[in-house]
């Protein structure tokens, strides 16, 4: 044993030596200069093979890494021999390995042309090229080298490393090329890779891959559902061509322009989710081909991440083909539904209304802590996908009352472990975020008043203030015939009676009492009335400025309404890009549709 250290000590002192003599080698494969480095090679014979620097590298690794030149890897290629492009660095790659790496599917084609053994090299890792490839998201090189890398005993495509490289695809959302594979290896997906990760257990991890987990903006949501998605075309993963693109033929268009590049976003994005969708449906039917404790522990497990997630479309799909998974839990005796509620997955918690009469037994469960549907929906769940204290206070109520409504009635008086029934684990809870959210509607409705009463005091005082003044006997405005008086005159009555409306709304909102209830319709309903007839009431404040404007002026500068009109616009409209969002948001989550519905009438269990 020592006398192998002794010798491995001896060959690191030589690369280390070598590597301070091939420096310029090193630089020139860096660099691409092929004039020095073939002076090199004329004038030392083992300069094609020599380790260099730390790693170990040859000049061949050196040059395909740094990915300047192709011409100087076609030279180098050429001048080794079949078992020379063979070499390993220090850590078992081969120049392969790291065109793997690098996407350099051309140095990729050069090496394995002239030594067809090299995509079944291992390195110290035991990943081949491919897997590196895989691994890097290089799709281009990935189907090349499934093409080259044969399956031969020890299999790239068998047992763990097989599983590795199809959870490699997964990451890196190639879904047509691990769709491939799996049709090829069908038993890989009832493997684990080192690591113990199913194929399953990767794909939850990617919610982006499935509808439901893609957060689309609302023109990708509009023009999303006009594409139709193609499904892999396994024909074309052999040929090498990009299966992960669209089908839909831009080229007769004007591929840089932004429109279009949008258009194929949305279907690529399509495609993605189908190709995912049909990755899951075989990777279901594969795992149901086992005994009924491993259908469970392969399918428990990402199911309940993908309720967690929210990802509908697994927990669908899952349920469907196998409705025991229903009743599975994890280590807190918690099932997908009491998971949905506990995390907030509305998405989730809707497939009850699916279930038919099954969904009676289904919110009947309770955890190891005692806690039914009720308690869970009684906890705090923070979110980060709505804006301000005082909203996530009305949206954990609309959970409470919705669970509230499928539960049994027993369970609202239902004690857990700890002697609390729902609603105190509710007020005991939520107490910091009702002050928290007190604070927040008492902070936007005093600045909102402040603004409001502002407008009640200018154009209350505008109203006796008329432009051009009055007739001195019997006090009839001048202007009272002119059409700009009236618009001023409407206007400015429109602006007092809007911003009156607005400053009560806030002062209503400053002196409620802020009970947890109010939360839920009172105090919204009063802040987007007040947000609604603030903004009214600042654009018919300016609309009477620019008519008073007009009416002064109009004798000696006739053009000047239409620059001041287009100027007064420019508040009005920056008020509404700053509040439209949040006032969309406080109607929607008010006044729109409840989150709660029957997805469909189809019937999953």
Known sequence: MEDGNEEGKAAQKLGDQNGNRYLPLYKAAILGNWINAEEFFNSDSNALTAKILGLQET??????????????????????????????NKYGNTPLHYAGIAGNTEAVKMLVGKNPRLPQERDSGNDTPLHRAAAFAHKETVQYLLLVTKDEDPSPFANKDGVRLLNLLITADFYSIALDLLKRYPTLARGRNHGGVSALDRLVEKPQAFASGSRLGFFQRLFYHYFEGTSADKESANRGEDVENPGWNFDKYQKESLQFQFLQQIQKTKLMHKQAMELLRLLISEALKGSVSEADDLLGPPTRIAAILGIQEFVTEVIKSYPGTVWLRNMDGQNIFLLAVKHRQEKIFNLLYQMGTHNLFATSLEDDFGNNMLHLAGKLEPSNKISGAALQMQRELQWFKEVEKVVQPSYKEMKNKDGKIPREVFTEEHKDLVGKGEKWMKDTASSCATVAALVVTVVFAAAFTVPGGNHSEQGIPIYLKETSFMIFAVSDALGLFSSSTSLLMFLGILTSRYSEEDFLKALPMRLSIGLITLFFSIASMLVAFTAAFHLVLFHRVKWITIPIGLTACAPVTLFALLQFPLLVEIVSSTFGPSIFYKQSEEIIF
């Open 59 to 88: 000049a061949l690794h050196v040059s395909i890494s740094a990915g300047h030149s192709i011409e100087f890897v076609k030279n180098l290629v050429d001048r080794m021999s079949a078992d020379e492009l063979g070499l390993k």
